[in-house]
């Protein structure tokens, strides 16, 4: 079974930077989209970021203009540049891929997630 694999988090003062990364650990074909999705104690799974296999970039509006998502599709790896942590971006952060597969009854959406990489923001 292939998953997505996560590195890049840590413990990081307020105002630091990390830079999280994630590649599938075999072959994955054809991903459509990939993203960062992050869950905090106590709180639901969020939308951190998206990027279609064109380029085009999605972001919650908590971290614009603070973290940058980009993609290399020859590797199907995603990365998320975060500069200006706060220590409320603290939370597991999921690496995300999605793949359109086609079938008889019309195409569906399927989702790899990746284990989760914890970052840490202390003020």
């Known amino acids: 079974q292939v998953q997505l694999v996560e590195s890049g988090g840590g413990l990081v003062q307020a105002g630091g930077s990390l830079r999280l990364s994630c590649a599938p650990s075999?072959?994955?074909?054809?991903?459509?989209?990939m993203g960062w999705y992050r869950q905090a104690p106590g709180n639901q799974r969020e939308l951190v970021a998206t990027?279609?296999?064109?380029?085009?970039?999605n972001y919650a509006d908590s971290v614009k203009d603070r973290f940058t998502i980009s993609r290399d599709n020859a590797k199907n790896t995603v990365y998320l540049q975060m500069n200006s942590l706060k220590p409320e971006d603290t939370a597991v952060y999921y690496c995300?891929?999605?793949?359109?597969?086609?079938?008889?009854?019309?195409?569906?959406?399927?989702?790899?997630w990746g284990q989760g990489t914890q970052v840490t923001v202390s003020s």
């Open positions: 995300n891929a999605v793949v359109t597969i086609s079938t008889m009854t019309g195409p569906y959406d399927y989702s790899y």
């Open positions: 990027i279609t296999s064109g380029g085009s970039a």
């Open positions: 075999g072959r994955i074909f054809s991903i459509n989209v």
